[in-house]
Nanobody, 128 residues
Framework: EVQLVESGGGLVQAGGSLRLSCAASGFTFDDYAIGWFRQAPGKEREGVSCISNSGGTTYYVDSVKGRFTISRDNAKNTVYLQMNSLKPEDTAVYYC?????????????????????WGQGTQVTVSS
């Protein structure tokens, strides 16, 4: 059974930090890029960051560049999202997703339908 399990969310004050984890099982982890997405209340889900299957390349949406860092440990089948200098507008449910190599290297990793597998999400709330 394929599973992606997010953890590490919570309530933090503006300017604080959180580290999200995404633990994967049930598929060949290092065959997939992993993306982090988020969905705020009343808004569409958006891509936040993505990392290649090897961890060699990464991508960040402009709104989180310089504040968030994505990394992966293929030996532990886990991807991390270190979030620093958090802002109230970062409040959302954060999801990780497994994305095929073809989608990643074609640049379509945030396109609807690109992810093959999704986690259940973890809530991040940033208070002002």
């Amino acid at each position: 059974e394929v599973q992606l399990v997010e953890s590490g969310g919570g309530l933090v004050q503006a300017g604080g930090s959180l580290r999200l984890s995404c633990a994967a099982s049930g598929f060949t982890f290092d065959d997939y890029a992993i993306g982090w997405f988020r969905q705020a209340p009343g808004k569409e889900r958006e891509g936040v960051s993505c990392i290649s299957n090897s961890g060699g390349t990464t991508y960040y949406v402009d709104s989180v560049k310089g504040r968030f860092t994505i990394s992966r440990d293929n030996a532990k089948n886990t991807v991390y999202l270190q979030m620093n200098s958090l802002k109230p507008e970062d409040t959302a449910v954060y999801y990780c997703a497994a994305i095929s190599k073809s989608a990643y290297y074609s640049g379509s990793y945030f396109y609807p339908g690109a992810p093959s597998y999704w986690g259940q999400g973890t809530q991040v709330t940033v208070s002002s």
